[in-house]
């Protein structure tokens, strides 16, 4: 066999062998490398006596490339061919035909595959076995090598995306920041059409859509079962619908509102658990690809990952401004929030208030009860206080509110509800003073620490006119 093989190639010239290496391991894109093969093919053949046959996981498109099925390979010579590896022959009086593998060091990709029409046609039939074995075996070298080369710089294409990505994320800690920049450059690398990100609420068994380029969408919540993001946060598999059909597929509010054709998903994942999903979404069929789909995989586990970091700085700025005792904010945090507030706004209140005989209180019930009824007073403050305005723990029994666009007046409302309600709900019963100051931008010396002294003597004054009562600076 091994003598008949090279008696065959015998028959093909050095010269011819050279030009054709050369032509095929010269390219390094796989189209074109598919493309010199059919010109070889019909520079011998013509083209109705050849087929050039890829495996089903080559997904390359070419005019005369069609695909290879792996049925029997008893019966069938290209199966054989593609299975053994090695160039598998077949004849009878009536047909003869072969079957050449394009092969390379780590695989078989296809074959191509050779009818000898008549009697006269396989006469010279060594030496066009010899040109399909020497050809075939040239462009399976030359389709790896391509396809390797394709293959890199895929990969480093994703590698520049994720990295992008990565540097993108990793300018803010802000998680609304971090996912509608995460939203922009999802559209764009997918070049999809819709982008949206939900994030679970857990504690609601929801899944809040927060970011999305359909306004409509924006904030809203569904069940954390819902659609294709309820079943990727179940599950922590991703989806990809080549044709959303209604009725057929899950229910999805995005798709439906989009006319969307096409989606791609990925849960957001931090370690193995699920916080949330990212739906894309294009209004024509078969958009998207599989490689995308495992692009966004590992995109999904950068935004995770960033919006876990986000979480965690949220959570240590809350530790850093909250205090642990009451759950009001701290000193500092209300020191800052006003100093802006005086650059912004044009007007503003504060509401200084201290715990009457607090001392004497401790005494009497132990600091355990102490502790409760300032928690209980702290409690009351922020039930009655708008979302706008600030609450905060001043040093020891002192409570301090500060009220954004409100004059002395409406601040005196606020503290006298909040005095009688003290009254009324602590248990034991405890009593506050309070004293308030107002700053307005046509005042000629606006700052905090005036603001601050300007309520604390009205609370002094407060304090040595019987307690349980109200001042108001300048007198009032």
């Known amino acids: 066999m091994q003598d008949r093989s090279l008696q065959e190639e015998s028959h093909i010239s050095p010269e011819m062998r050279l030009s054709m290496a050369s032509s095929l391991l010269a390219e390094i894109d796989v189209s074109q490398v598919l493309e010199k093969t059919v010109e070889w093919m019909n520079a011998r053949f013509a083209a109705d006596r050849y087929d050039v046959l890829l495996s089903q ?3 390359y498109q070419h ?12 019966t069938d010579l290209c199966c054989r061919a593609f299975i ?23 695989g078989i990709y296809g074959v191509i595959h050779l009818r000898f029409p008549d009697e006269a046609g396989r006469q010279d039939a060594s030496e066009d076995l010899a040109y399909l074995r020497i050809l075939a075996e040239y462009a399976g070298t030359a389709f790896e090598i391509a396809r ?19 540097k993108n ?6 998680l609304g920041d971090i996912l509608a920049m995460a939203n922009q450059e999802l559209l764009d690398v997918f070049s999809a059409e819709y982008s949206c990100m939900l994030l679970a609420d857990t504690s609601r068994r929801q899944l809040v859509v927060k970011a999305c380029n359909m306004p409509e969408l924006l904030d809203q919540a569904f069940n954390i079962q819902y659609g294709f993001a309820g079943t990727m946060f179940r599950t922590n598999e991703p989806i990809i619908v080549s044709e959303y059909v209604p009725g057929h597929h899950a229910e999805s509010k995005l798709m439906e509102l989009t006319g969307g054709r096409s989606l791609l998903g990925a ?21 998207f690809s599989f490689d995308q789909f495992k692009l966004l995989q590992m995109l999904a586990g950068n935004v995770g990952l960033s919006v876990s970091n986000a979480y965690l700085h949220a959570e240590l700025r809350k530790m850093v401004i909250t205090d642990q005792l009451t759950g009001l904010f701290v000193r500092h945090y209300l020191y800052e929030q006003i100093e802006v507030m005086q650059k912004r706004d044009a007007c503003g209140s504060l509401i200084v208030m201290d715990v009457d005989n607090f001392k004497t209180f401790n005494d009497q019930y132990g600091h355990q009860v102490g502790d409760r009824v300032l928690i209980q ?6 039930r009655n206080i708008r979302n706008t305005d600030i609450a905060a723990r001043w040093g020891g029994e002192e409570l301090a509110v500060y009220l954004p666009h409100q004059n002395k007046t409406q601040a005196r409302e606020v503290a006298d509800r909040i005095r009688r309600m003290v009254e009324a709900n602590s248990d034991p019963s405890a009593t506050v003073s309070c004293g308030i100051a107002d700053w307005h931008r046509d005042d000629g010396r606006i700052n ?4 601050f002294h300007r309520a604390d003597m009205a609370l002094y004054v407060a304090k040595n006119s019987g307690k349980n009562t109200i001042r108001v600076s300048d007198g009032e």
């Open 57 to 59: 996981d080559q997904s």
């Open 63 to 74: 005019h005369s490339v069609k695909p290879l099925y792996i049925r029997n390979p008893q």
């Open 84 to 106: 053994e590896g090695h160039m598998s022959v077949a004849g009878s009086p009536d047909v003869l035909e072969a079957a050449a593998p394009l092969k390379g060091k780590q």
């Open 148 to 166: 390797l080369y394709e293959q890199s710089n895929k990969l480093v294409k994703e590698l520049q995306i994720i990295n992008e990505l990565t």
């Open 169 to 174: 994320l990793n300018k803010s800690l802000h």
């Open 267 to 287: 849960p957001i994942m931090v370690g193995s658990e699920s916080i949330g999903a990212i739906l894309l979404v294009h209004t024509k069929p078969n958009h």
């Open 377 to 382: 007073i702290s409690e009351i403050v922020r």
């Open 448 to 451: 905090v620490d005036s603001l």
